[in-house]
């Protein structure tokens, strides 16, 4: 994914409207001059637990303390990522909007680890803020894992629907519980199956392969009953082992599979659109907390406005990497996807168990799902 294209997208997407709708230490806030910085009025955006942003009150404008914050974002994926290149226009709006006094640092290609490093980390305030995986918080918070069950999410109007509803703020709450702020949700896209040398096009075509997947019990008895040995590995250490011939593959958004060059090594991407698990932007407490009202006002109400602006375009840009990994050489497959549907149907049964009934009960209301 080049990043004119991307930056390019970005501006179409501002432009109608978008926009308006592993280190152990914790940075000290270091005393600068400045004038105090508001945040941008938004109207009557919804936030991601659905409720209205209002602007920021004169009184909490004035709580400028006169002093910079570095915030540094950790996120595994490269420069080239949309998540990135949202991410990054963030940090230049914030140093604009907050004449300087707050400086979101994006920390790409895991700098600071792996994103169970980034949960931990900001459990723990060494990390200050970051992008993850849903399915990353599953270790911790066990309804998130929800939301990798494979085909819960049909499309993104369903991803919308919990983002911004009642199951959104429960989960988001969930997060508060364990020392962690969530302030939106980013998309990943729909999960596909890529490997080095056999097409996939049924469960049976993956008996035998060895597929990298994410830390995650639930994901890891999807791609088993898939027909795969699930297996989990650190992200940072995929490439090489496809090389090598340790994995005969993985599974991830197509837009992953570009920008984090797999294309060189994988000839072979299938449709299955298995998992769509979200990402989530979310900030230590303890870092939040530190924030003086007006930066703590800003940082939310950007968010918002930035976690809607990375959903729509990651929509956007799914036909568009489709034809930029053909162009690679990638052959893509259509599969058929009931058979995987079908394969796959124990997992709700085999784990739904492990989900608090409060948040079964919100999944049936808002999608329909059943757990029986």
Not at 75 to 89: C, G, K, M, R, Y
Not at 100 to 107: D, E, F, I, P
Not at 188 to 194: E, L, Q
Not at 301 to 322: N, V
């Amino acid at each position: 994914m080049t990043r004119r294209f991307l930056w390019g997208l970005l501006a179409v997407v501002m432009a109608f409207g978008t926009a308006g709708c592993g280190a152990k230490e914790t940075p000290a806030p270091a005393t600068v001059s400045g004038q105090p910085a508001g945040a941008e009025k938004t109207g009557g955006e919804k936030n991601a637990g659905g409720e209205a942003v209002t602007e920021t009150s004169a009184s909490q404008r004035a709580k400028d303390d006169g002093k910079t914050y570095t915030i540094r974002i950790a996120i595994v994926s490269s420069d080239s990522h949309l998540h990135n290149t949202v991410l990054n226009e963030w940090a230049q709006e914030a140093k604009e909007k907050t004449n300087g006094r707050l400086n979101l640092k994006v920390m790409g290609s895991s700098q600071l680890g792996g994103e169970r490093d980034y949960v931990e980390g900001m459990q723990l305030g060494n990390i200050e803020m970051a992008q993850v995986s849903s399915a990353a918080v599953n270790g911790f918070l066990n309804d998130f894992s929800l939301l990798s069950f494979p085909y819960f999410f049909k499309d993104y109007a369903e991803m919308e629907k919990v983002f911004n509803g009642p199951m959104g703020d429960e989960l988001f709450a969930e997060l508060e519980g364990i020392g962690i702020k969530g302030l939106t949700w980013f998309s990943n896209g729909f999960r596909n199956v890529y490997t080095k040398n056999t097409p996939v096009t049924t469960p049976a075509d993956m008996k035998g392969l060895k597929i990298r997947v994410m830390e995650s019990d639930v994901m890891i008895a999807t791609l088993n009953a898939m027909g795969a040995s699930g297996t989990p590995m650190a992200y940072s250490e995929l490439y090489s082992a496809i090389q090598q011939g340790v994995m005969d593959g993985a599974e991830n958004a197509l837009g992953n599979i570009y920008s984090d060059g797999y294309y060189e090594i994988c000839k072979n991407v299938s449709l299955t659109e298995h998992f769509a698990p979200p990402g989530v932007v979310a900030i230590s407490q303890k870092s939040y907390d530190s924030l003086p009202d007006d930066l703590k006002e800003y940082l939310t109400e950007s968010a918002i406005r930035f976690g809607k602006m990375e959903r729509e375009m990651d929509e956007k840009l799914q036909e568009e990497m489709k034809e930029k990994l053909e162009e690679k050489g990638v052959q893509i497959n259509e599969v058929d996807k009931q058979s995987f549907i079908d394969a796959t149907a124990s997992v709700y049964t085999e784990y739904a168990g492990g989900i608090s009934d409060t948040v079964k009960v919100l999944a049936e209301e808002e999608l329909g799902k059943s757990f029986n």
